[in-house]
């Protein structure tokens, strides 16, 4: 029974991400998938992903082997080899009726590589963890081109696509005056606190995509990327300016309005305009 309902969601969230927001001829859809033990890069259509051979962040052709998205495992949509995350992105999430200074410049912090979770794998909560870890939907721009010391005007040809994700966060460990720690890496960087996905999509307008998140059902965050306090060009040329960015890296760019904790049980979904619905069940470890 769970499986046909993780394939019931896997379907499901293909067609809502083509047709939720209406048809777009100019819009990739990209999906790295597990078939019959292979692993392979494909570009989705409807309810089919077609493989592609070769690099997907450089020369890649598509082939004739197409598999029904229901029957395929969706993995990460991409490996990358740094993932960064931004503070403060949204005047939404930011307290106070003006921006700070800090945050009239791009924030960005380090996530782990171990964090990142497909669609439909569980955000496990540690044992330990307090019963105050939250969501945060964010657009995560993904980078196509090594990426230093780029102008502003340019930023946009490094950028392969964007695509959904959660910058899961452990307020405690983050904010506890007394007991927070010195860093953010187990607050946002424990294994599975970075689900991203399902599909990387390019053509796309990214700096004005309706951005959710559902809980349970429930609409708790709803904003458009607009909102965002920098763009994605800016992002791109302000961190490319101190770090080399290479293909497959991930930025999330922040998050707007309010969060909240997640509990055991609860079913997240973030759906990004022309990307597609991430799910995520969640459950916390036994002690």
């Given at each position: ?61 598509l082939t004739d082997r197409v598999h029904a998205l229901e029957e395929v495992t969706l993995l990460v949509p991409c490996e990358p080899r740094q993932v960064f995350a931004l503070a403060g992105n949204y005047a939404s999430h930011i307290p106070g009726e003006e921006i700070p200074e800090r945050f009239q410049r791009v924030q960005p912090f380090l996530k782990t590589i171990a964090s990142l979770t497909a669609h439909e794998q569980d955000i496990v909560i540690p044992a330990d963890a307090s019963d105050d870890v ?154």
């Open positions: 029974m769970m499986r046909l309902m993780r394939l019931w969601a896997v379907a499901g969230c293909a067609l809502l991400g083509a047709a939720a927001f209406g048809e777009n001829e100019d819009v990739t859809r990209y999906a790295r998938f597990e078939v019959d033990g292979a692993v392979a890069y494909g570009v989705v259509e409807g309810d089919e992903v077609r493989e592609l051979e070769g690099d997907l962040f450089g020369e890649h052709q939250h969501y945060e939907a964010e657009l995560v721009i993904v980078i196509g081109r090594e990426a230093s010391n780029v102008a502003l005007e340019d930023a946009m040809d490094y950028v392969f696509g964007v695509t959904a994700g959660n910058d899961v966060s452990e307020r405690f460990w983050q904010n506890d005056p007394e007991h927070r720690d010195v860093q953010w890496w187990r607050a946002k960087g424990a294994d599975t606190f970075s689900p991203y996905g399902p599909f990387i999509a390019r053509g796309l307008d990214y700096d004005d995509l309706l951005l959710e998140l559902r809980l349970n059902d429930e609409v708790k965050q709803s904003e458009r990327t607009s909102g965002m306090v920098h763009d994605v060009a800016s992002i791109v040329s302000y961190m490319s300016q101190y770090v080399t960015l290479f293909p497959g890296d991930l930025i999330y760019t922040g998050t707007p309005g309010t969060t909240g904790p997640m509990e055991h049980g609860d079913i997240v979904e973030i759906e990004l305009e022309g990307v597609g619905v991430l799910r995520n069940p969640v459950v916390r470890e036994s002690e």
